[in-house]
């Protein structure tokens, strides 16, 4: 709330020039979370039994960014990402994002 608060009164323009960013984990199998049903007096049915993936079967962690002007760089998170890896893909993904789509501007005066 405090976020749209303080932003009610931009207007388009500035609006234009922000960035938006967010990363998101993929399994290859599902969801995180089992699910799990009873069935009252139903006694073992393979139609009830949904097969499993041994160690989870996986996933892939990916960022990625966009503008007013369009999809912004993606990248593939490798491991577990900490704060110097996360450092490191901001210097790498989002300024080249900024790079192409901020109309030739200054970096300089585009970080506030």
Known sequence: MKFALKHKNWTVE??????WSDETKINFTGP???KQCWVKDAGFSSKLVKPTVKFGG????????????????????IGRMDSSQYI????EKLTKTMLEMCNGYSLTNLIL
């Open 32 to 34: 995180d979370g089992g």
């Open 88 to 91: 490191e893909m901001l210097d």
């Open 14 to 19: 500035d609006w234009k020039w922000v960035i």
């Open 58 to 77: 996986g996933c892939i962690m990916i960022w990625g960014c966009m503008t007013w002007e369009g999809i912004g760089t993606m990248c593939m998170v």
